[in-house]
């Protein structure tokens, strides 16, 4: 038995920050075993409860307590097939879901103390096992889907359909997977690898990419249908920036969050940025700036609050990010915004007249939310928004265009990664029901 003293080697740093031991244990038949202390004092915590409530507040309903009696008898691979086949996303949800909210909220164990750190064990199993997964594929059926997008949905629906036997090919306007895990999350939340083993993963099942191209161009959905495909799905993800709707917003001080996360070393904020917003992405921009060199970083919320996880904010306050609450910009200005108190009643935030005040700044990130872009809908007759401008959907996930299908954040707005699997894997089984239906009419 030989005992290493390490950091898990591609844990990103500021998750599962402790140091563990690995036991390379040769002897043993099936596995490598490689516990943390750190994940074994947890899972020894858990209760094994029999109603687990874990499990009711996990989006996605993982089966936590098997996850967790498996990985106490050493049998992570048999756990990762397990979170795996529940939620393709496992290793990626262990990382960026709001935890405090979902899982880790509901543990009983948190009801006197400290919960269950789920999420430290899931990663584990997760991230160690990924490669070594077993995806058991049904043989070809024939039948061709195109997937337009490569984020959570669309490798979610490719992941499933391709096991059932469905020849996918994925459409990606840019050159890696991961849509906005990789240009909306940043690599210290996220790292980049994980993706990119999703990619090589999805490759040797056979499914195939085309990546730097549009539908919506000189390809349109009817020349899909044209050449075969059975189905479509988009999962184009919500990539249009909403904007504040005040004066400045043109100026060149000015940046919105997700232009910023797409690629933050193309952008200099100078020393000091004021960022509005108060969501994941706020954070998300706060935390990513302070990494790049900016020296004072404040977030200006409407409300007393900010609709961040807990865990994203105690992180920023932790990275030396300001709040300042109640509190909006009416316009900017070359030299910063105009910042003016806010007050809540009822729900509605009004801003108080006569406070505006000039904050002098070098940059200015909005960060209020993105709604999906319009290329597809402008350029596929028939595709059509709801008066959220979001794709309007059916109730099985059809759009307005019978075959192609839809879900993920170009359906329901910006929303997390697990939400985007959750509703997709539904979708997975009403796209497959269409084309075996398809097969009754002849
Ligand atoms: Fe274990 Fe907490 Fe889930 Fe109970 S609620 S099974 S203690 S993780």
């Given at each position: 038995?030989?005992?290493?003293?390490?950091?898990?080697?591609?844990?990103?740093v500021?998750?599962?920050?402790?140091?563990?031991?690995?036991?390379?244990?040769?002897?043993?038949?099936?596995?490598?075993?490689?516990?943390?202390?750190?994940?074994?004092?947890?899972?020894?915590r858990?209760?094994?409860?029999?109603?687990?409530?874990?499990?009711?507040?996990?989006?996605?309903?993982?089966?936590?307590?098997?996850?967790?009696?498996?990985?106490?008898?050493?049998?992570?691979?048999?756990?990762?097939?397990?979170?795996?086949?529940?939620?393709?996303?496992?290793?990626?949800?262990?990382?960026?879901?709001?935890?405090?909210?979902?899982?880790?909220?509901?543990?009983?164990?948190?009801?006197?103390?400290?919960?269950?750190?789920?999420?430290?064990?899931?990663?584990?199993?997760?991230?160690?096992?990924?490669?070594?997964?077993?995806?058991?594929?049904?043989?070809?059926?024939?039948?061709?889907v195109?997937?337009?997008?490569?984020?959570?949905?669309?490798?979610?629906?490719?992941?499933?359909?391709?096991?059932?036997?469905?020849?996918?090919?994925?459409?990606?306007?840019?050159?890696?997977?991961?849509?906005?895990?990789?240009?909306?999350?940043?690599?210290?939340?996220?790292?980049?690898?994980?993706?990119?083993?999703?990619?090589?993963?999805m490759?040797?099942?056979?499914?195939?990419?085309?990546?730097?191209?549009?539908?919506?161009?000189?390809?349109?959905?009817?020349?899909?249908?044209?050449?075969?495909?059975?189905?479509?799905?988009?999962?184009?993800?919500?990539w249009?920036?909403?904007?504040?709707?005040?004066?400045?917003?043109?100026?060149?001080?000015?940046?919105?969050?997700?232009?910023?996360?797409?690629?933050?070393?193309?952008?200099?904020?100078?020393?000091?940025?004021?960022?509005?917003?108060?969501?994941?992405?706020?954070?998300?921009?706060?935390?990513?700036?302070?990494?790049?060199?900016?020296?004072?970083?404040?977030?200006?919320?409407?409300?007393?609050?900010?609709?961040?996880?807990?865990?994203?904010?105690?992180?920023?306050?932790?990275?030396?990010?300001?709040?300042?609450?109640?509190?909006?910009?009416?316009?900017?200005?070359?030299?910063?915004?105009?910042?003016?108190?806010?007050?809540?009643?009822?729900?509605?935030?009004?801003?108080?007249?006569?406070?505006?005040?000039?904050?002098?700044?070098?940059?200015?990130?909005?960060?209020?939310?993105?709604?999906?872009?319009?290329?597809?809908?402008?350029?596929?007759?028939?595709?059509?928004?709801?008066?959220?401008?979001?794709?309007?959907?059916?109730?099985?996930?059809?759009?307005?265009?019978?075959?192609?299908?839809?879900?993920?954040?170009?359906?329901?707005?910006?929303?997390?990664?697990?939400?985007?699997?959750e509703?997709?894997?539904?979708?997975?089984?009403?796209m497959?029901?269409?084309?075996?239906n398809?097969?009754?009419?002849?």
């Amino acid at each position: 038995m030989s005992i290493l003293v390490s950091r898990p080697s591609k844990m990103p740093v500021d998750r599962n920050p402790t140091i563990s031991i690995n036991y390379n244990v040769t002897s043993f038949e099936n596995e490598v075993l490689c516990m943390s202390i750190h994940e074994l004092e947890e899972a020894n915590r858990c209760l094994q409860c029999k109603k687990p409530l874990c499990r009711e507040g996990c989006p996605i309903h993982t089966n936590i307590p098997e996850m967790i009696r498996l990985f106490k008898e050493n049998d992570l691979l048999t756990a990762a097939q397990m979170l795996f086949d529940n939620n393709p996303l496992s290793v990626v949800c262990s990382l960026v879901c709001n935890h405090a909210a979902q899982c880790e909220g509901h543990c009983v164990r948190g009801i006197k103390g400290a919960p269950v750190h789920i999420s430290a064990i899931e990663n584990y199993i997760s991230d160690s096992c990924f490669d070594r997964l077993k995806i058991q594929q049904a043989p070809s059926n024939g039948k061709k889907v195109a997937i337009i997008g490569a984020g959570p949905a669309g490798i979610t629906i490719a992941i499933i359909l391709a096991k059932r036997g469905y020849q996918i090919t994925v459409f990606e306007s840019r050159d890696k997977i991961g849509g906005i895990m990789r240009y909306g999350i940043p690599d210290f939340r996220l790292p980049r690898y994980i993706l990119d083993r999703f990619e090589e993963r999805m490759k040797a099942m056979g499914i195939k990419f085309r990546f730097n191209f549009t539908i919506g161009g000189n390809i349109t959905l009817k020349d899909l249908f044209a050449d075969g495909y059975q189905s479509v799905f988009i999962g184009t993800g919500a990539w249009r920036p909403k904007r504040m709707r005040i004066p400045g917003e043109t100026f060149g001080n000015v940046h919105y969050a997700i232009s910023y996360l797409n690629n933050p070393d193309a952008v200099d904020l100078g020393q000091s940025v004021a960022i509005f917003g108060s969501g994941n992405s706020a954070m998300d921009v706060a935390r990513t700036a302070v990494r790049h060199g900016c020296k004072s970083v404040t977030v200006y919320v409407r409300r007393d609050h900010v609709s961040a996880s807990q865990d994203e904010y105690e992180y920023s306050l932790l990275d030396g990010v300001k709040y300042e609450f109640n509190k909006t910009a009416v316009a900017i200005k070359d030299e910063g915004p105009m910042v003016a108190d806010t007050k809540v009643e009822d729900g509605h935030v009004t801003v108080l007249e006569d406070t505006a005040r000039l904050v002098p700044v070098d940059s200015v990130v909005i960060a209020v939310s993105q709604v999906p872009k319009r290329r597809l809908v402008e350029h596929n007759q028939g595709l059509e928004l709801n008066d959220r401008g979001n794709l309007k959907i059916l109730e099985y996930g059809e759009t307005s265009l019978p075959g192609v299908f839809a879900s993920g954040d170009v359906v329901t707005g910006a929303k997390t990664v697990v939400h985007a699997v959750e509703y997709s894997k539904k979708i997975a089984d009403e796209m497959d029901l269409y084309m075996k239906n398809l097969d009754k009419k002849g």
